[in-house]
């Protein structure tokens, strides 16, 4: 469904269901612009768009937390943080921060340290990079290949 077709419809919605199918809309569009924003090295639109998943998963799906929503506000107030959101399930968990490779050992102590300043706990934290993603993977007579495809037709 295209946003002007949800919005044709929103108002015959209860408050709970619009919220929920607002945040699915307006999810699917960030997440395109945030492909395309990766794809021209714009880091900064990019992880605008993570922020403004952060505020439509806490404000129209309910499942962030006060504890994401600190890191999250936190991320904000870091040199070197293009944007930040909850991931996982919900209700607590993890964030994923899109920031400056370059800086990446200063961010991971800011982010400790204002999150332990905060609550008094001391949070696990990782850097990481993107990877090639999901592969498939095929039985052949020698056992599963990756990265194959299998065309069962």
Same mark, same amino acid.
């Given at each position: 469904? /295209?946003?002007?077709?949800?919005?044709?419809?929103?108002?015959?919605? %209860?408050?709970?269901?619009?919220?929920?199918?607002?945040?699915?809309?307006?999810?699917?569009?960030?997440?395109?612009?945030?492909?395309?924003?990766?794809?021209?090295?714009?880091?900064?639109?990019?992880?605008?768009?993570?922020?403004?998943?952060?505020?439509?998963?806490?404000?129209?799906?309910?499942?962030?937390?006060?504890?994401?929503?600190?890191?999250?506000?936190? /991320?904000?107030?870091?040199?070197?943080?293009?944007?930040? *959101?909850?991931?996982?399930?919900?209700?607590?968990?993890?964030?994923?921060?899109?920031?400056?490779?370059?800086?990446?050992?200063?961010?991971?102590?800011?982010?400790?340290? /204002?999150? *332990?300043?905060?609550?008094?706990?001391? %949070?696990?934290?990782?850097?990481? *990079? %993107?990877?090639?993603?999901?592969?498939?993977?095929?039985?052949?007579?020698?056992?599963?290949?990756?990265?194959?495809?299998?065309? %069962?037709?």
């Amino acid at each position: 469904m /295209s946003r002007s077709e949800w919005q044709a419809r929103e108002s015959t919605l %209860p408050d709970v269901e619009r919220r929920r199918s607002r945040h699915v809309i307006t999810e699917h569009e960030r997440t395109l612009g945030f492909v395309r924003d990766l794809e021209a090295g714009a880091w900064r639109a990019a992880g605008e768009k993570l922020y403004g998943s952060h505020a439509s998963l806490r404000d129209d799906y309910e499942v962030s937390c006060r504890e994401l929503d600190l890191l999250v506000d936190i /991320s904000r107030t870091i040199d070197g943080v293009y944007g930040c *959101r909850m991931t996982g399930g919900g209700f607590g968990g993890c964030v994923v921060a899109l920031i400056d490779a370059n800086r990446g050992d200063d961010i991971q102590a800011a982010f400790r340290h /204002s999150y *332990r300043r905060a609550t008094g706990i001391d %949070p696990v934290t990782f850097i990481t *990079r %993107p990877g090639t993603g999901a592969t498939a993977a095929c039985r052949g007579s020698g056992g599963f290949e990756r990265g194959e495809r299998h065309n %069962p037709g």
